[in-house]
């Protein structure tokens, strides 16, 4: 399995969601395709926190929004359960959405200017004809559960609650369908960082409660290293990546993962070293279109590692450590010399 890119999928039980070899391409002018996810294979455990994380542009909306078939994906499979997701029509489609939720960067434009809150929250419900007094308790339950207080968000409207708050009310409108996994879609980028970390708990805590999955997307390592069990770097359309937070952060593999982490600002200075290494890398800021992306390995054009064989092969991911892999011909090691690939 190692050879074809899909070593770090698991053979177990508790797969909650399988994408394998998915694509997504936007036909945007006359031969003119934007390769926006690329031969994508994962697997979602039951219970677990997957994070996705690459710099903007590389992938994670799309990845996210077709594993909802919003759209659907050029080719490949999503697997949820036993259902091939890709081959539903829409109102199954539909149906499926209930177990699947997704919460998006931005809370304010989520909810409709004109719409009391409680009325948000309680549309997912209302739709499937739940009884009115049932909806009534279940909309308490989860403004309660996401730490509002059900008497004052009363029928106030968005414009009258922070962004934190608004946050919030996109969860608990999330909770009230009783999902399986909620795809966060960089759900506190748009956020004050003084509230950033409580979205982040509260999400953790609702993970807890009811039992939830979650892809957490981020553009930021720092922001999904807590909370992930697993996170997986993507760099235009394809991952390069994959491991445990501690692991990762200890061991980054990929020229890219570390690249990331260089960017995450230092306590002293606020700023990041990849400022520095950018300036001494004069291709690190020429980055590629994912119209027309790199042959071979997709970072090599800004890789300091990458040779001839970068251009000519892509890499497939492989087994760097018991829950650790890499897409990389020469991934660095953690003392400098080229790490050993685990064979296949
Ligand atoms: N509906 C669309 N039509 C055309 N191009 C799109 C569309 N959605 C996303 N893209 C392009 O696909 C690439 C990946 O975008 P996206 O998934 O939003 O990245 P990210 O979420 O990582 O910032 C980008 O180049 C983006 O411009
Ligand atoms: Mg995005």
Redesign the pocket.
């Given at each position: 399995m190692a050879g074809s890119g899909k070593a770090h999928l698991r053979n177990r039980s508790d797969v909650l969601l399988r994408v394998e070899d998915l694509v997504v391409e936007?036909n945007?002018g006359p031969g003119q395709v934007?390769h926006?996810v690329s031969n994508i294979s994962l697997d979602v455990l039951k219970g677990e926190t997957v994070g996705v994380v690459?710099?903007?542009?590389?992938?994670?909306?799309?990845?996210g929004r077709a594993i909802l078939q919003l759209p659907k994906p050029t080719s490949g499979s999503v697997t949820y359960g036993d259902t091939d997701l890709t081959k539903l029509g829409e109102e199954e489609m539909r149906r499926t959405r209930r177990d699947l939720q997704m919460i998006l960067q931005d809370p304010i434009s989520s909810l409709n200017p004109r719409r009391k809150v409680r009325d948000a929250v309680a549309e997912g419900l209302q739709v499937w004809g739940t009884d009115k007094r049932q909806v009534s308790g279940k909309v308490d339950e989860v403004i309660t559960a996401v730490g509002l207080r059900p008497e004052v968000v009363g029928s106030g409207r968005p414009s009258q609650f922070s962004g934190g708050q608004c946050q919030r009310i996109c969860i608990a409108r999330a909770l009230i369908l009783d999902p399986k996994m909620i795809i966060c879609d960089e759900p506190v980028s748009a956020l004050d960082v003084s509230v950033q970390a409580q979205i982040i708990n509260l999400l953790d805590d609702m993970k807890e409660r009811y039992g939830l999955t979650l892809i957490f997307?981020a553009?930021d390592l720092a922001v999904v290293k807590n909370i992930s069990d697993r996170v997986v770097v993507?760099y235009l359309?394809k991952i390069c990546e994959v491991g445990g937070p501690d692991d990762l952060f200890a061991r980054p593999m990929h020229h890219y993962t570390k690249l990331l982490m260089d960017s995450i600002p230092q306590p002293q200075t606020g700023v990041g070293d990849a400022h520095k290494w950018s300036q001494d890398n004069s291709a690190a800021v020429d980055l590629p279109s994912?119209m027309s992306p790199p042959s071979g390995c997709r970072f090599r054009t800004r890789c300091p590692a990458a040779t001839s064989l970068c251009a000519e092969k892509e890499p497939q991911l492989q087994q760097v450590g018991p829950d650790h892999f890499v897409a990389c011909h020469f991934p660095r090691g953690s003392d400098g010399r080229d790490a050993a690939l685990i064979p296949d």
């Open positions: 936007f945007t934007v926006a690459g710099e903007s542009g590389c992938g994670k909306s799309t990845l997307i553009h993507m359309g994912p």
